[in-house]
């Protein structure tokens, strides 16, 4: 998954490259304004995609007992046949997270490290949760 991630990087860096390239050729000044919102930007976000999609391919892993290349094949299809679904339930998840994270801060000293233990107790457990739910479908 990591050289996955890795090309995705890559990838995403020489798009930008070439987009600051054609801005360039319109216009020279374009391209430090590119740089400076394409850079930053398009690489985490496409990494982001990729690692959404990727987000089940453990739980393959281990549950079926397949390769990795497989396991990412799995996760791919299942993100992609119910893709509204998990976005949704995932938003409602993550304002749960940061409602749970926000009322835990206040807490002094172990508030903090306290929220980012349940949230990772709790979004591994609900991921897979929503993971045997679609993959029985």
């Known amino acids: 998954i990591g050289l996955t991630i890795f090309g995705i990087m890559v990838v995403s860096y020489l798009l930008a490259a070439i987009i600051m390239s054609i801005l360039g050729l319109i216009k020279p000044s374009w391209i430090t304004l590119a740089y400076q919102v394409l850079v930053p930007y398009v690489p985490n976000v496409l990494v982001a995609i990729g ?43 993550f304002l749960l997270l940061s409602l749970i994270t926000f009322v835990l801060q206040f807490i002094p000293l172990v508030g903090y490290p306290l929220a980012v233990l349940l949230s990772t107790i709790i979004l591994t457990a609900y991921t897979y949760v929503l993971y045997q739910q679609i993959s029985l479908q």
């Open 51 to 93: 690692a959404f999609f990727f987000t089940f391919a453990p739980y393959a892993l281990i549950e079926r007992n397949v390769t990795v290349w497989q396991a990412m094949t799995i996760s791919v299809q299942l993100v992609k046949q119910h893709f509204i679904g998990i976005v949704l339930r995932y938003l409602v998840l």
